[in-house]
C-alpha cells in the first residue's frame, strides 16, 4: 500500500515538471532559434550541417538540433568556406512558410515526419553557456534528396522539370 | 458513338500536350580550357592563323576523369528526373550521319547539297550546355580540386549559371574522388540556376537576337526607311514585334536605313500550332507577314543559330 502511494506520489510530482518542459521544449521550437553552418561535404544525397540550438536547458536544446536541422536546410540555406560549398534555401519563394502553415506545423510536430530526413552525427555534441541559456551545437546529416522529393510531392517547391 | 469519344479523347491529349513545353536538352561538354590545357585539341589553319579546336571524341576515348564526371552529373540530373544528352552518343551519330550523307548519291550522280550553315546548324544538338573544367593543384604534400561547371543557354550563348570552387585539400583522395566529391557538393546550385531559368523561360519567354538587312540596289528599290502608309519599314517591323514577342519585349539596338539590330528579344516557346520555335522559326514568321499586302517585299532568312537569325530584305 505504502509502496502505491509512493508511486503515486512520484507520478504526481513528476508530471507538471515534464510537462514544463515539453512546454519549453514547444516553446523554443516554434521560434526555431538556431543558427546553421556547413560542417563538410557529405555522401551523395545527403547535406552535412553544424546546427547550433538555443535553450534554457541543455537537453531541450539537445532534441531540437534534428528539428532544426531540417528546418534550416529548407527555409534557412546555409553560407559556404574552407572547402564548404554553400546551398540556397530548398523552399526559397517569400512566405512559403506562413503559407503551408498546416504542413509545417505537422511536419515539425512532436514525432512529425522531419524525423525521417535528419540522424545526429554520434560524437559531435558540443555545449556552450552562454549567460542564462545553453547553446547546444550537433553534426546533423540532412538526407536532402528524399526531403525535397517530399516537398515536391506536398506542391511546396517545384521540381526542376516541373512545366515541361 | 465511338467516334464520338475517340475524338473527344484525341483533344484531351492535345490539350495536355499543348500546355506542356519542350524539355529543353541539356548537354556537358569539356570546356575548351580543359581541353587545349590537357592536350586534346586539333589545330585548324584559318585565313592564316593557327586556331586550336577542341577535340571532344579524343577526350572522351582518353579520359576516364572525364567519362567519370560525365556519368556523374547525368546520374545527380536523372535523379531529378533530367537526364542529359549523351555527348559521346552525339558524336557518333554526327559522324555516322556524315558518312551516310558521303554516301548519298543520285542517279545522275549528284551528291547532297549542305552549306556549312547546315552543319552547323545540324550540330547546335543541345538547349543547354554544361561546360565543366578541373585543375589539380599542390599545396606541398595535399592537392586540392579547383572545379567549374558553367550553363550557357545555346540559342543565346549566355550564362545562365555556374557553380565553382576549390575543394578542401586532401593527402590522400586522387583525382577522380575529388572530382565526384566536388560534383556532388556543387550540383544543387547549378540546379538552383537552371530553375530559375526554366522558371523565366516559361514566363517571359526564349530570348533571341535579330538582324535586318537590306539587299543593295535590290529589285523592290526599298530599304528600311522606306514608307509604307506613312510609316518607315523599320517601325513597321517594330510594331510586328510588338505584338508577336513575349509582353512586347525585345531592344532596338541599333538601325540605320540599311540595318536594324534587336536584341533580347522574347520569342514565345511555341507557335499558335504548337510547335516548338526557334530564332529562324520566328524570323520565317516576320518574312511571311512583310510578304503580304500591302508590303510585297521578299526576304531571305539566313540561320545563324538557335538563337540568332538575319533577314535579309528586298530579294530571295
Redesign the interface.
Known sequence: MRKLLLSLLVVALCTPMMAGAKKQADKDTQQFRYDIECA??????TYLVKVWSYSKKANIAENQCRKNAVHGVIFKGYG?G???????PMANMPGVETQYKEYFDSFFAEGGEYQKYASIIEGSTEVVKVGKEYKVGKIVSVR??ELRKALEAAGII????S?? | MKKYIFTLAMMLVALVASAQIKKPEIMVIPSDVWCISNGYYTEVENMGMTTKVPNYKQALQENMGLKLAIAKINDLMAERQFPLKSLEQTLKNIEQQRMEDNLTMSKSGNELAESPLDEVARMAKADIILELSWEMKDFGPKHSLTYILEARDAYTAKTIGSSAGTGAPSISADVDVLLEEAIVANMDNLNNRLMDHFTEMQNIGREISLDIKVFANNSRGIDLESEFGGEELVDLIETWLQLNTVQGRFTREYSSENVARFTQVRIPVYDERGRAIDANGFAKQLTKHFKGEPFYIPAKVLVKGLGRAVIVLGEK
Do not use: E
Open positions: 563538410g561535404n557529405a555522401v551523395q544525397g559556404g574552407q572547402g564548404c560549398v554553400s546551398q540556397r536532402k534528396d517545384k521540381g526542376l522539370n512545366g515541361f
